[in-house]
């Protein structure tokens, strides 16, 4: 019995040292990168990707459709290095395209931008010019299994 109450007091005081973190963010607004800075970060993104995972030769990616000066600058780039970029549902029986995904965000003035595969993530951080965009961090590097 003794047992019994020590647990629920011990139980009662170290729930009350738990405490709300109100310090994470909850909410989530795309970044809008157009021009110069979607053509720079897109085109050193593709660069990456394609010393990361070799030759284009008859890979094939599929892509979500998006509407954003961003996507449309990393299709073209990757297209720029060989790679086939299909948008749509409607992939031919022989293809088997690797699903590709990217996103792009801010972050205390620099452009977080990452790029994967299900093989391969890239990320890296950029900083905004006048004339597009320039390399603020190291390119992050994870291979998955």
Known sequence: MNKTIAAIIITAVLSGCQTADETLATSFTPTSVTGSTASAIAGDMA?????????????????????????????????GWGYTVVTDEKVSKDQKPVEFAWSID????????????PALALGRAY??????????SPLSVMQRN
């Open 47 to 79: 660069s990456r990707l394609a010393e990361q995972v070799g030759p284009a030769g008859n890979t094939t990616l599929k892509m979500e459709k998006d509407n954003s000066e961003y996507a449309a600058a990393l299709e073209a780039a990757l297209e």
């Open 106 to 117: 801010s972050f205390d003035g620099q452009v977080l931008a990452q790029v994967s595969t």
């Open 127 to 136: 900083t905004a010019t006048s004339s597009g965009a320039t390399p603020a």
